[in-house]
């Protein structure tokens, strides 16, 4: 059963929207790294978060995805040195009820997103289970090597539906 928020979400994407997946590259793991680490040499006590498919060492869409953890209350102290690191921010919004604060840009050929947001509780945990269990960390790079190619939209909803499966189990 999928969610308000995930259905709103796939009612937005477009239907001619392909997936494309392509093989972990240990050039993707250094890149999140070291951005993990620059924001850690500015802002120490904040928590920053390398999650996604390359995190994970899996196949994926060659995108890196980091989180930094804060209490909106605090954006304003942190955006000055992110806009400092990132440059003009992409989006500013609510997902999920969480807000967040988005950075959007390439390097090395990979689709980089920087997020100072809430804690997403529900990314976490799921990026943890797999994490932690080689059988479902396995079973969910099968899944998105399964799409590759295909209606990007399917590939989200199957995704959803396999958070969903494992976050009940």
């Known amino acids: 059963m999928l969610t308000k928020d995930e259905l709103d979400y796939l009612s937005k994407i477009p239907e001619n929207k392909k997936v494309s997946i392509k093989p972990f590259d240990l050039e993707g793991k250094k890149i999140g790294e070291s951005i993990v680490q620059k924001i850690r040499n500015y802002l120490p006590d904040l928590e920053v978060l390398f999650m996604g498919s390359v995190a994970l060492k899996i196949a994926g869409q060659k995108d890196i995805d980091i989180y930094a953890l804060a209490n909106p209350k605090d ?48 990314q976490i945990r799921v990026f943890e289970i797999l994490k932690s269990n080689k059988k479902l960390l396995k079973e969910y790079e099968d899944l998105k090597l399964s799409f590759d190619g295909k209606s ?14 494992i976050l009940d189990a």
């Open 152 to 165: 990007y939209k399917d590939y989200q909803k199957a995704k959803y539906e396999f958070y969903n499966n």
């Open 75 to 122: 954006f304003n102290k942190y955006l000055p040195t992110f806009e400092k690191l990132f440059g003009v921010p992409a989006k500013q919004g609510k997902y999920v009820k969480k807000t967040f604060i988005e950075w959007k840009f390439k390097k090395n050929g990979y689709e980089v997103e920087v997020y100072l947001t809430e804690p997403p509780e529900r």
